[in-house]
């Protein structure tokens, strides 16, 4: 965050309805008020509910989504629409002192969708403050930052974002979107992809495209049992483990069934001797993070060096090897559905407000744990 990013404090009264702020702020938010007034029920739930934070797309952060697919897309799923609107929904009052107060934290939202979401308690997203600005990462780690925060209403309050958020996607279509498709051609070697796609509440630590030619000669040589095995040593089941949970010193069992360790050193955190180099890609079914090295299950005591700019492999032995990174040539891509501006983002004058999306197979419904939660 550029601390060009200045947050704009609304200074509103919470006397007024979800309405009375849409109507106030329609200079931004006259899109998103259209979308909501051509689809009653949504906005019916929203009006009525009670704690809850939302995250509002501007004008041009919705414009932006014309040149996607995401027509196609609402006219094809006639559940998408809410699932995208649910996902702009905190489960909570969170008020712009609560993230700048927390440098790094995960926010839970209302999509519990089963199509969009396989996280316990649904899907998040994450928050990070610094130099008095706010941004929040979605899937694709895509990063909308908070424009105007604290338009308080009866209901609770709302903050503006630049850029819609992107309902995080599977595992395997992330990485590709990534560039780490090494990871994605040994989990499809292995035959573990959709296991690893459908499993609820993962944790992925993720080589590097890199990381895995450093060990080529080494996973040439491999069975495919010992790639399994290799594999899960870099999933954790069960937890959905964001980087404020990892702490210096501790161990997480992997479904391989032996331990990772945790360190922090000099500031940088360290799975075992790998270096993580990304943190908290969120995906469908939990979160990813990207490493230097391969973890090798048989050398779990691997310790870093710091001082290194890349660690050494935890494979004894190991180079890379003829043919390029292993694993690449053999990917096959998966569809998934992802909101990703691809386009321009429009200015403030680029010309009329594009109507609100229109969904042809049928009306989203919002029920159960989805966005009543009044």
């Excluded at 702020?21 to 009670?50: K, P, R, Y």
């Excluded at 790094?104 to 610094?130: D, E, H, I, K, W």
């Excluded at 501006?341 to 197979?361: D, F, K, L």
Aim: with cysteine; charged share 5%; proline share 6%.
């Amino acid at each position: 965050m550029h601390p060009s990013h200045l947050l704009l404090l609304a200074g509103t009264t919470v006397a007024q309805s979800l309405q009375d702020v849409l109507t106030a702020q329609s200079a931004t938010l006259s899109t998103l008020n259209g979308w909501l007034a051509s689809e009653a029920l949504i906005f019916d739930i929203l009006n009525s509910a009670q704690g809850i934070t939302i995250l509002a797309p501007s004008n041009n952060a919705l414009a932006a989504l014309y040149s996607t697919t995401l027509p196609t897309q609402l006219a094809l799923d006639s559940n998408l629409l809410t699932a995208f609107l649910s996902y702009h929904v905190l489960d909570g009052v969170f008020f712009a002192s609560d993230f700048l107060n927390n440098p790094v934290a995960s926010a839970p939202t209302f999509l519990n969708m089963q199509a969009y979401s396989n996280v316990s308690g649904g899907q998040v997203v994450q928050s990070r403050s610094q130099n008095g600005g706010i941004t929040f990462f979605s899937g694709n780690n895509v990063q909308s930052n908070v424009q105007a925060y604290d338009f308080n209403y009866v209901g609770g309050t709302l903050h503006i974002i630049d850029t819609a958020l992107t309902i995080p996607a599977r595992i395997t279509d992330t990485l590709i979107t990534t560039g780490l498709t090494a990871c994605v051609g040994a989990l499809q070697r292995a035959g573990i992809e959709a296991a690893v796609n459908n499993a609820p509440d993962i944790t992925l630590f993720v080589p590097t495209n890199a990381a895995f030619d450093a060990i080529g000669s080494i996973l040439n040589g491999m069975t495919l049992e010992q790639l399994t095995t290799v594999l899960n040593y870099h999933v954790v089941r069960g937890q959905v483990l964001y980087s404020q949970l990892i702490k210096g010193g501790g161990t997480v069992v992997t479904a391989e069934g032996a331990a990772l360790n945790f360190r922090v050193v000099q500031g940088a955190l360290f799975v075992n001797s790998a270096r993580v180099v990304v943190t908290d890609v969120l995906v469908g079914n939990g979160v990813v993070h990207f490493i230097d090295g391969v973890l090798n299950p048989a050398n779990p005591t691997a310790t870093p060096d710091p001082s290194a700019a890349t660690q050494a492999p935890a494979f004894s032995g190991a180079n890379t090897a003829a043919g390029g990174v292993p694993f690449t040539s053999s990917i096959i891509l998966s569809t998934t559905t992802t909101l990703i501006p691809t386009g321009p983002t429009p200015t403030a004058s680029s010309g009329a407000t594009p109507p609100p999306p229109v969904v042809t197979a049928g009306r989203p419904h919002m029920y159960g744990n989805y966005l009543i939660r009044c």
